[in-house]
């Protein structure tokens, strides 16, 4: 059994294998590009349960009843070899089937029991906070960070979960601290850059914001596209509060819908909530409400995430 750069325990023999593992840790603590290295963790061994949780993790966070399908298949395959796994893997298992199932708050109790007895795994930290954060417990996402802090002081990630917890609960200057703190260990800390991007646009502070944007924004070209996206559509908020109308479309058509995958959901809801907010300012966007309809209709009835079904309904009514 050979161990993870978290320095825990993986059921797999298979050196390529967990090479794998640790670049799927790494890329989705960072909001990567190659998510999808956890792909080869299965290729390179295909009974590992960790690595085909990992793989049905990946097709979950695109968020689309297609992509569940597949996550499914590999959840399948993760269950058929649960007899191998170790305590972390079956927590990791029982967890991933409850999000599967929708089950979201059983999941956050497997993903809470793994971070009391394997406080290192920042994985099932980000997907509990995710699953946190789509339950509005913005409570529930600092606390659990708050736990397996001690353990993590030596990590730049975790700085980054704990500043979004606390811009989540209002603390927003601990949050920015934080959030820097994260930016400083590890400049391409893209989910820090978000926290204090938070931080300053709900302090209105359309400057500083737009400078600490600037200032790393260029870390964004290796994110995962739809964050990538979505850090310029945060950037384009400072610009549309300043009322700077010529640079937000800019952005969109350069940054936004301009560099979308554009069948990809979460890219496709960046656009859809910029085009509303300079709607609702009067803005004459020309035809860019139809160019995004033509990529909606087979999204209509997904009803995968509500966040997502809010966006969509919206394109129905232009």
Not at 20 to 44: D, H, P, R, T, Y
Request: hydrophobic residues 40%; proline residues 2%.
């Amino acid at each position: 059994m050979l161990k993870d750069s978290q320095d825990l325990a993986v059921s797999t023999n298979s050196l390529e294998a967990l090479n794998a593992i640790n670049g799927f840790c790494e890329q989705l603590l960072s909001v990567g590009n190659n998510a999808e290295v956890s792909l080869k963790a299965v290729e390179a061994d295909p009974v590992s349960t960790l690595a085909n949780i990992y793989a049905a993790a990946f097709y979950l966070f695109s968020g689309t009843s297609d992509t569940f399908a597949q996550a499914v298949n590999y959840l399948n395959a993760a269950k058929t070899h649960l007899a191998d796994a170790n305590e972390r893997e079956q927590l990791y298992l029982a967890a991933i089937d409850a999000w599967i199932k929708r089950d979201t708050q059983s999941a956050i109790a497997h993903h809470e029991a793994i971070a009391e007895s394997f406080p290192r795994d920042l994985i099932s930290v980000h997907i509990c906070q995710y699953h946190y954060r789509n339950c509005g417990d913005s409570e529930g996402m600092l606390r659990i960070a708050e736990k397996v802090l001690p353990a993590n002081r030596d990590n730049p990630y975790i700085y980054g979960m704990l500043a979004f917890g606390l811009e989540e609960c209002h603390r927003l200057s601990e949050a920015e601290e934080a959030g820097r703190r994260a930016t400083e260990m590890k400049r391409d800390n893209r989910w820090a850059h978000h926290a204090v991007a938070h931080v300053l646009e709900t302090q209105g502070r359309l400057k500083d914001g737009i400078a600490w944007m600037e200032s790393v924004c260029d870390t964004w070209e290796s994110s995962n596209p739809a964050f990538y996206s979505h850090l310029w559509w945060h950037t384009a908020l400072y610009h549309l509060d300043a009322e700077d109308i010529t640079k937000v479309l800019e952005i969109y058509d350069t940054h936004i819908w301009g560099r979308a995958r554009k069948d990809n959901g979460r890219e496709q809801v960046n656009a859809i909530s910029l085009l509303l907010r300079l709607e609702l300012r009067g803005v004459d966007v020309g035809s860019r409400w139809q160019e995004i309809a033509a990529y909606l209709q087979p999204r209509l009835h997904e009803h995968v995430l509500g966040f997502m079904d809010l966006h969509y309904s919206i394109i129905s009514m232009h």
